[in-house]
């Protein structure tokens, strides 16, 4: 196994049912176009309040992918 070169990408994904689904949708998309993804980082997380609860959340990640 040879040494690896990452690049990073962020992107912010969003959901109305939880965080981890707003992730999720995030990781989902970018699997469409992006091959070899190893992890991601979250940078951060905020959401919409509509009558005192949250309607929907945003969650900012980092992903990195390894360069063929």
Same mark, same amino acid.
């Given at each position: 196994? +040879?040494? &690896?070169?990452? @690049? &990073?990408?962020?992107?912010? +994904?969003? $959901?109305?049912? $939880?965080?981890?689904? #707003?992730?999720? =949708?995030?990781? #989902? @998309? #970018? $699997?469409?176009?992006v091959r070899n993804i190893q992890w991601? =980082? /979250?940078?951060? =997380?905020? +959401?919409?309040?509509?009558?005192? @609860? /949250? #309607? ?5 990640? @980092?992903? +990195?992918? =390894?360069?063929?």
């Open positions: 196994m +040879g040494d &690896h070169v990452y @690049k &990073h990408l962020e992107l912010t +994904g969003s $959901s109305t049912v $939880s965080i981890e689904d #707003a992730i999720n =949708t995030a990781l #989902a @998309k #970018a $699997s469409e176009t991601f =980082t /979250v940078i951060e =997380t905020r +959401g919409h309040v509509s009558d005192g @609860k /949250v #309607a929907h959340w945003q969650v900012t990640i @980092k992903l +990195g992918f =390894t360069l063929e």
